[in-house]
């Protein structure tokens, strides 16, 4: 069972509806026993990076997810769902994300660009699992204003351009997270939630 972690933000039933279209047997809960049982944890995220931890920490959830990352559990966290696995963010100053990676999240420098970023972008991949099966350089779908920049550059597993190289991935042991939408990127994005699925 893979627990998509409900706090109050983030395309739930989107998420939850590709995962199970390409074999995830999804639960979408907000309870810790979920979490502890599942095989697999999905973090979503959308909106500011503040709000997110602000709600990720009103439901008591925090050290669930922190144990079970740190028992081996493989996490997917996807758009904000990977912003707040790190250290904090500009768009939220005052406020520390989950500390899972080393580094922080800043607003993209795109001048001249429209922010946020929005659309369709082709992705370069630097080697994952979450990505077999895909060559060239796929388009997926991101809304975001900010993304991460890690301590160690070595986790980043995929980028896409936007006015500056942008983190589109990060990969660590039993961690992954996209910073686009896997859910919304057509057949390319239920290729990463079965890779996933199927790890």
């Excluded at 997110?52 to 925090?62: D, E, P, V």
Aim: aromatic share 10%; with cysteine; glycine share 12%.
């Amino acid at each position: 069972m893979i627990a998509l972690i409900d706090y109050g933000v983030g395309n739930l039933y989107s998420v939850a509806k590709a995962a199970a279209y390409v074999g995830g047997d999804v639960k979408i809960s907000s309870r810790a026993e979920d979490i502890h049982r599942a095989e697999k944890i999905i973090l979503p995220g959308v909106g500011a990076f503040g709000d997110c931890m602000k709600n990720l920490s009103a439901t008591g959830l925090i050290p669930t997810i922190e144990r079970e990352v740190s028992s081996g559990k493989k996490i997917l966290g996807i758009c904000v769902g990977l912003q707040i696995l790190f250290e904090g963010s500009e768009e939220s100053p005052n406020v520390d994300g989950l500390k899972i990676f080393g580094g922080h999240v800043r607003r993209i420098r795109a001048d001249g660009l429209k922010i946020p970023h929005m659309g369709w972008n082709s992705v370069t991949f630097a080697g994952s699992k979450l990505f077999a099966g895909l060559s060239g350089n796929p388009y997926f779908y991101f809304v975001h204003s900010y993304h991460a920049a890690p301590d160690d550059p070595t986790i980043v597993t995929a980028t896409t351009t936007y006015g500056e190289t942008v983190t589109a991935a990060v990969e660590r042991d039993n961690i992954f997270a996209t910073q686009f939408h896997p859910e919304k990127s057509g057949d390319v994005g239920l290729r990463v939630l079965k890779n996933f699925v199927e790890l």
